[in-house]
């Protein structure tokens, strides 16, 4: 699927009405980057945060012209993204309270009792969740983390930092990745629920997406056992496995992010560039044609990961291909705009900064083009 069905289309068109009360709120938190009291004023991200819960747990669904949306395929996260990124401003989305990493692993490793407590906490209010992988040693490798949970009597005690959490200095609760043992079956995910003595988080000093990171230190923080997940799971689903799933719908929205923030330049310098710049009309009309590409190449990955979670490979290259996008976009609208263009136009000059941020997210281009790699190299993956 590159083309959108008409329920999409209602969708993309009320994401695009909403959005552009997003772009002043943007503004004054990427000037005061702990301002985490801005969002209620945002109509369209109080209704995120109740959003992107599973059906069973779900209350209180979009409904736009008689369609609801739950949020909950990789495809109406896409579109949802991608449009209040292009229309609104994407390090806001990455800033707003709701479920969106956290809710992908308690869904996808979390028993009913743990998905309805989280769930139904994360609706009650908009409330900030986290999902807490990076450490200060390097993020790119999962499996060599350093975080611990040790046991004791009744649970757990974590120790350890994670670095670049979105949402980690505002949120009460989310999931932290940490080592139970050795090796990839030694890994675990369990819920923190940071007012916990011994649990420091902090803001995230940024260039770009600011407002957006934070850090963690646990010291000793108890975890009871009926918070780790993945209890009801065999040993080799319940750690890497499923989190591995996790991430490939959430490198489409990754990717939507993207492809939203190419689009907010491209519109911007086609609106402030004088008419008689005709080299400069060509270059948008090629700009535009690749931002068409990659976002068809995005809601493809998207259509192939709600049919086959599995699928790494296309999530993996439409991020890598929006990571590049939204920089070449964004240089190129700074660069048509003249040599003050920083200055003249702040909020380009966000987006630009924000750009680079969508590099890292779920992994780096290289770590993508790994995956990539491997399913062309693989027989049943490989292009014939
Ligand atoms: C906007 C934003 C939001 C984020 N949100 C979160 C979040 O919510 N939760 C979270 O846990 N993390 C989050 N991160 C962190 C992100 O996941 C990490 O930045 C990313 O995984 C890379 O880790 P690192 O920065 O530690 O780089 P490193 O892992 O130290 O890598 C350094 C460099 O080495 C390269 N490299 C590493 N390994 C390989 C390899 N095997 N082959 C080739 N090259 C390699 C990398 O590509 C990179 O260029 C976020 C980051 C950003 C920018």
Known sequence: MTGLDHRLRVLRRYVRAEAPALRSTAQELDAH??????????????????????????????????????????????VFHEEAAAHGDAALLLSAPGSLTAGMLVAALGDDTQQRAFFERVRARPTWTFLAMTEPQGGSDAGTLHTTLTPCDGGYLLNGSKRFIGNAHRSPLGVVTARTGPGPLGIRCALVDTTHPGCEAGPLATLGMRGALGTLDFQDVFVPEAQVLGRHLSPTRRGMWGWLHAFNPLRCVAAALGVGIARAAHAYAHQHLPSRHDLGRRRLDTLGARIRGVQSLTRFAATAVDADPANAHLPSAAKSAAADL?????STALRML?????????????????????????????????????????ADTAPR
């Open 338 to 378: 003249g040599p003050g263009a920083r200055l003249e136009h702040p909020l380009l000059d966000k987006w630009a900064r924000d750009a680079f941020g969508i590099e890292c997210m779920e992994g780096t281009s290289h770590v993508q083009s790994t995956s990539v790699f491997n399913a062309l190299t693989r």
């Open 33 to 78: 980057p702990d301002g985490s009291t801005l969002y209620p004023k945002v109509p369209l991200l109080d209704r995120l945060a109740t959003l992107q819960i599973p059906r069973p747990y779900a209350r209180d669904p979009l409904v736009i012209e008689g369609h609801e949306y739950f949020l909950t395929s990789a495809v109406e996260r896409v």
């Open 326 to 330: 939204a920089v070449e976009a964004t």
